[in-house]
């Protein structure tokens, strides 16, 4: 008796759970994993009849998908219109999406899957630094291709990834130099607790000492910590009289920052803070208030004007949204679709090794000016620092006159100083002693 | 002097944080001995709630936007009170006495309840409302029937898939209009933008230090909440009760206490707490749908330093903990034995961990060592009289 009640309890229950699931599923947006148009049985290189498929691996799950999210829809927003020009050698671009969902053994098994299962002809992806990492073994054991958008501390070249956000000497160094001619010589620097600030912040007190600045503390905070009071002190301490604030901080950490800030009296004039990873998203985020009169230094913002920055921003926000902004990582997703769609037109195939070799000098007149792909597979960048403005955008204050070139290799730091990277020249590669420095 | 003040304010301030984020905590594990790992995500439903009373007010220009933070407390309250009173009545109460399988049930219903900010719409909830009415309006009206326990069982197997059937079909075709008030997220994965009022963003300046608004608001407000709930507790008929049924549920049950009433009502002030304590941390921090995991180690250290099921102990914790970390993390220690050269060893050690991440593991580090000696925190419950 009690095992048959045992039974249909089981039943009942059972149903219930396949029911609710059910419900939510049907209710909730279709899932973003999976081809979005059609299956194909994929051929070599990607190309398959008259698609071609390329692979999207960003985090749709997660902490770090209120990021990532926004660079998928920059890429999609690329492919879309790629494919509504006439595609790529005449084929439609099929776009297999994963999602690495914030954590970095998925994002190596996602990688593998559409390498091997989707035979895609190439990847873009990643965001994080450690992701990225991840990755990196997957595609150079397969020799594959990856194209990375974001902004990150340098010290890589691999032969197999295409990075088309800044190194640091195209946002981080110039800025540095930037405060130091305008703003002072003493530098705080507050980062989140993992590789990325660290490896900046090396770079930084490295060339603090060359250039005549002082470091006078720095701090880091664990990942989604949100208590500053330790290190507002430490500031007010170190900076009694006002003084410069490099910030590297990322995600919740830089809400708690600025608000707390605010509250202890650090304000933008005594206290300026330039930042490395707050663009116009997080910017609404944060909230303005806490953040009218501080600094930022990227490659791209919303208000950079030039013809092609009108034209996508009026074609993003028609796609998703009005009240949607653009910002810089975004921006790098959106045009290395583009440079890769130019590098597989000049090679007249996805053969990996010939697009790869096509892609170095590509050209594009990207949102933010000129871009050019580097025999190092970091592209040249016209670096910009903006000041936030009473409506959550940026206030360019300053930008070089012309494209930087990359550097994947810092020259402040005295272990890769002189180095350089090469890989048109098959003989140069990843790292290479240049002569006379 | 002024440094010293200073640091002991900063102490106590971080500490008021931990404290009111702790205290809901301490009533739901201390008196009822429910480890609630949901209960990060009630302090976000919490903060939610305030951006959504945020986002009403701003409707109302900007004198009324000033005092938004008055209604969103008890709106937060409420919020939190009730999505914990569910929980309860839902899950919690059918796993009383069994804590390892309420520590997996709570932390299943954290997830959900992350997701569910992410990815709630219009349909979503359409949906559940759908459900409900169908399915709890269904059994209630066959309840009346005279041979309704012969039938339950029956009753509830046919009613479920219906009802859920029902619901999803009409989920599925409001979606397909695609009307985009109800299909858009409400909140999205993205953080959401809490900007408290004006006169909560500045300080108060004593020389060179600005203590701010927002700390000394949060601070008034821990001690309000512990005054309210230290007279819940000992003055008022139901705290009278609470604690009988800490003390011994049978011979409370036997005396005519409802416990059932007592557990939901318990449970439900504990996670309101929860949402107060949402709604202050909106004035220092992020809120998306991580928010509460930034802080539900923390309260569950505070907590069980504190000494479970004791109010006073967890006040003692958090005030300590609060401190401790801001005098190693700031380096007010390295700085008090830097002016004497015998100490240098002592000087260096302590710098080496001034740092906001070092901090954190040496606090972890002196919390270990605490519970070695101490194992069940600093007010140990003593015999059969666990009192508060």
Same mark, same amino acid.
């Given at each position: 008796m009690s095992n048959g009640l045992g039974r249909r309890k089981f039943l009942l229950y059972g149903s219930a759970a396949f029911g609710t699931s059910l419900l939510l599923k049907s209710c909730s947006t279709p899932p973003e994993t999976g081809t979005d148009t059609g299956n194909g049985d994929g051929a070599t290189g990607g190309e398959n009849g008259d698609t071609i498929k390329v692979g999207i691996l960003h985090s749709l799950s997660g902490t770090m998908a209120i990021s990532e999210t926004t660079v998928v829809e920059a890429e999609k927003l690329a492919i879309k219109e790629i494919n509504?020009?006439?595609?790529?050698?005449?084929?439609?671009?099929?776009?297999?999406?994963?999602?690495?969902?914030?954590?970095?053994?998925?994002?190596?098994e996602k990688a593998a899957k559409l390498i091997v299962r989707d035979q895609v002809a190439v990847v873009f992806g990643c965001w994080t630094s450690a992701s990225r990492k991840a990755v990196k073994d997957v595609f150079e054991s397969k020799d594959h291709m990856l194209w990375y958008p974001v902004q990150y501390e340098g010290q890589e070249c691999s032969k197999n990834i295409f990075y088309t956000g800044a190194a640091p000497?195209?946002?981080?160094?110039?800025?540095?130099?930037?405060?130091?001619?305008?703003?002072?010589?003493?530098?705080?620097?507050?980062?989140?607790?993992?590789?990325?600030?660290?490896?900046?912040n090396t770079v930084i007190k490295e060339q603090l000492k060359a250039e005549g600045g002082n470091t006078v503390g720095e701090d880091y905070l664990p990942l989604g910590s949100t208590e500053v009071t330790p290190i507002i002190t430490k500031i007010q301490q170190a900076l009694p009289d006002g003084g410069i604030i490099f910030n590297t901080l990322n995600g919740d950490s830089n809400v708690a920052f600025f608000k707390q800030m605010q509250g202890a009296g650090l304000t933008p004039d005594k206290y300026p803070v330039m930042s490395v990873s707050i663009a116009e998203e997080e910017v609404r985020q944060i909230g303005k208030e806490f953040l009218i009169g501080h600094?930022?230094?990227?490659n791209y913002f919303q208000t950079v004007e030039t013809p092609e920055n009108e034209k996508w921003v009026q074609a993003f926000k028609a796609e998703y949204g009005e009240d949607r902004v653009t910002n810089d990582p975004?921006? +790098?997703?959106?045009?290395?679709?583009?440079?890769?769609?130019?590098?597989?037109?000049?090679?007249?195939?996805?053969?990996? @090794? +010939?697009?790869?070799?096509?892609?170095?000098?590509?050209?594009?007149? +990207?949102? @933010?000016?000129?871009?050019?792909?580097?025999?190092?597979?970091?592209?040249?960048?016209?670096?910009?620092?903006?000041?936030?403005r009473d409506d959550g955008l940026f206030d360019i204050v300053w930008s070089t006159d012309e494209p930087v070139a990359p550097q994947a290799w810092n020259q402040y730091v005295p272990a890769t100083k002189g180095y350089a990277c090469d890989w048109s020249d098959p003989s140069k590669g990843e790292r290479f002693k240049v002569e006379d420095v | 002097m002024l440094e010293l003040a200073v640091g002991i304010f900063n102490g106590f301030s971080i500490g008021s944080v931990l404290l009111l984020a702790a205290l809901g905590l301490a009533i739901v594990f201390g008196l009822m001995g429910v480890i609630n790992l949901a209960h990060g995500e009630l302090m976000m439903l919490g903060a939610y709630a305030t951006f959504v009373v945020q986002n009403i007010f701003q409707g109302f220009?900007?004198?009324?936007?000033?005092?938004?933070?008055?209604?969103?407390?008890?709106?937060?309250?409420?919020?939190?009170?009730?999505?914990?009173? #569910?929980?309860?009545?839902?899950?919690?109460?059918?796993?009383?006495?069994?804590?390892?399988?309420?520590?997996?049930?709570?932390?299943?219903?954290?997830? =959900?309840?992350?997701?569910?900010?992410?990815?709630?719409?219009?349909?979503?909830?359409?949906?559940?409302?759908?459900?409900?009415?169908?399915?709890?309006?269904?059994?209630?009206?066959?309840?009346?029937?005279?041979?309704?326990?012969?039938?339950?069982?029956?009753? #509830?197997?046919?009613?479920?898939?219906?009802?859920?059937? =029902?619901?999803?079909?009409?989920?599925?075709?409001?979606?397909?209009?695609?009307?985009?008030v109800l299909t858009k997220p409400w909140f999205s994965a993205r953080n959401v933008d809490v900007t408290p009022p004006a006169w909560l963003r500045g300080g108060f300046s004593v020389g060179i230090y600005q203590l701010p608004y927002s700390r000394i608001? #949060?601070?008034?407000?821990?001690?309000?909440?512990?005054?309210?709930?230290?007279?819940?507790?000992?003055?008022?008929?139901?705290?009278?009760? =609470?604690?009988?049924?800490?003390?011994?549920?049978?011979?409370?049950?036997?005396?005519?206490?409802?416990?059932?009433?007592?557990?939901?009502?318990?449970?439900?002030?504990?996670?309101?707490?929860?949402? #107060?304590?949402?709604?202050?941390?909106?004035?220092?921090?992020?809120?998306?749908?991580?928010t509460g995991q930034n802080y539900i180690v923390d309260v569950f250290m505070v907590v069980v330093v504190g000494g479970v099921g004791n109010l006073f102990g967890t006040v003692i914790a958090a005030l300590a903990i609060g401190i401790v970390t801001y005098l190693i993390g700031s380096g007010t220690l390295a700085l008090m034995f830097s002016n004497s050269d015998a100490l240098q060893p002592l000087t260096d050690f302590f710098t080496f961990f001034a740092a906001t991440s070092m901090a954190k593991v040496m606090v972890f580090a002196l919390i270990i060592a605490f519970l070695q000696v101490k194992p069940s925190g600093i007010f140990p419950q003593k015999g059969r009289t666990a009192e508060l």
């Open positions: 509504e020009a006439g595609g790529v050698l005449g084929k439609q671009i099929e776009a297999v999406v994963e999602d690495g969902a914030s954590d970095w053994p998925t994002f190596a000497n195209q946002q981080i160094e110039p800025a540095v130099q930037w405060l130091l001619d305008n703003k002072g010589t003493d530098f705080f620097l507050v980062g989140s607790d993992y590789v990325f600030p660290r490896t900046a600094y930022a230094s990227w975004m921006e +790098a997703a959106y045009i290395m679709v583009y440079l890769w769609k130019q590098a597989v037109e000049q090679a007249g195939t996805t053969d990996l @090794e +010939a697009v790869r070799q096509a892609a170095i000098g590509q050209e594009f007149q +990207a949102p @933010e000016g000129l871009v050019t792909v580097n025999p190092n597979h970091h592209l040249s960048k016209t670096v910009r620092i903006g000041q936030v | 220009g900007d004198g009324a936007l000033n005092l938004y933070i008055f209604v969103a407390l008890p709106v937060a309250f409420i919020v939190s009170a009730i999505a914990g009173l #569910i929980l309860e009545r839902g899950v919690i109460r059918f796993l009383y006495g069994r804590p390892l399988e309420t520590l997996l049930a709570t932390w299943g219903i954290s997830l =959900i309840l992350r997701q569910f900010v992410r990815s709630v719409n219009g349909v979503l909830v359409l949906g559940i409302v759908l459900f409900c009415l169908l399915f709890f309006g269904g059994l209630w009206f066959l309840s009346k029937r005279t041979d309704w326990e012969r039938i339950r069982t029956a009753a #509830i197997s046919a009613l479920l898939p219906l009802s859920l059937a =029902i619901s999803a079909v009409a989920g599925v075709l409001v979606s397909k209009t695609g009307v985009e608001f #949060i601070i008034v407000l821990t001690v309000l909440c512990l005054l309210g709930i230290y007279w819940f507790l000992n003055r008022s008929i139901w705290g009278l009760r =609470i604690r009988a049924v800490t003390q011994n549920r049978e011979m409370s049950a036997c005396l005519g206490i409802p416990t059932d009433t007592v557990d939901a009502l318990t449970f439900a002030i504990g996670s309101g707490l929860a949402g #107060i304590a949402g709604c202050a941390i909106t004035l220092l921090g992020s809120v998306g749908p991580n």
